[in-house]
Each structure stands twice: as structure tokens, then as C-alpha cells.
């Protein structure tokens, strides 16, 4: 079973920053694959972004490019999103999650979940 602890969630005002941090533990997840999904309040669970293990290929949602970078580090088996330029929009609860490079943004196709990690912007 593949556990997953997020971290470095908080309260922020509006144009500044965090990292979050998803620690990979227990035996080797099946997929290939590691994303960050966000749930807000009354909204469904929705993709942000998504990193390939093997090759570090990288995939956003448009609302974060530019604005948020995923990235991993193999000997610690974490996984990291910096969050850069924050807006209220991105309050949410962050969630990483195992899964699939052809099936990357799909809740549904994921394997594992992280318990999750609250992010809140204010205006």
C-alpha cells in the first residue's frame, strides 16, 4: 500500500507563496505518475497538475501555468508544487495522488490519495 503525506499548506494573502510537499512511502506505486488535484469548498475535485516519475515530464492545468511549478526529487521520494502569485481562487484543499501518464487529471483513474493539505488565499 502506497502512502502519501502532504505538507506546507497555509493561509497566504493574495500574490505571495507556498510549497507543498507530498511524501511517497510504502511500496512502489503501480503508475507512473504523481498529480496535485484541488477540491474548494462545494466544487468538485479538479486537476492542477501532474509530473511523469521516470522522465519528470510535466503537464498544468491553464489556470496555473505559469504561476505554479511540480517538481520531484527521486532520493527523497517527494514530490513538491511551488505556488508562486497566488489568488483567492486558489483556496482549496490540495490533494496528491498516484496515477496513469495517459490518464493524468482523471479523479477517478487514481490509485492512491494523500489526506490532503489546506491552502488559503486572501484578497
Known amino acids: 500500500q502506497v502512502q502519501l503525506v502532504e505538507s506546507g499548506g497555509g493561509l497566504v494573502q493574495a500574490g505571495g507563496s507556498l510549497r507543498l510537499s507530498c511524501a511517497v512511502s510504502?511500496?512502489?506505486?503501480?503508475?507512473?505518475?504523481l498529480e496535485w488535484f484541488r477540491q474548494a469548498p462545494g466544487k468538485e475535485r479538479e486537476f492542477v497538475a501532474a509530473i511523469r516519475w521516470t522522465t519528470s515530464n510535466t503537464y498544468y492545468k491553464d489556470s496555473v501555468k505559469g504561476r505554479f511549478t511540480i517538481s520531484r526529487d527521486n532520493a527523497k521520494n517527494t514530490m513538491y508544487l511551488q505556488m508562486n502569485s497566488l489568488k483567492p481562487d486558489d483556496t482549496a484543499v490540495y490533494y496528491c495522488?498516484?496515477?496513469?501518464?495517459?490518464?493524468?487529471?482523471?479523479?477517478?483513474?487514481?490509485?492512491?490519495w494523500g489526506q490532503g493539505t489546506q491552502v488559503s488565499v486572501s484578497s
Open positions: 495522488a498516484t496515477s496513469s501518464w495517459m490518464r493524468i487529471g482523471v479523479p477517478s483513474a487514481v490509485g492512491s
Open positions: 510504502g511500496r512502489t506505486f503501480s503508475g507512473d505518475t
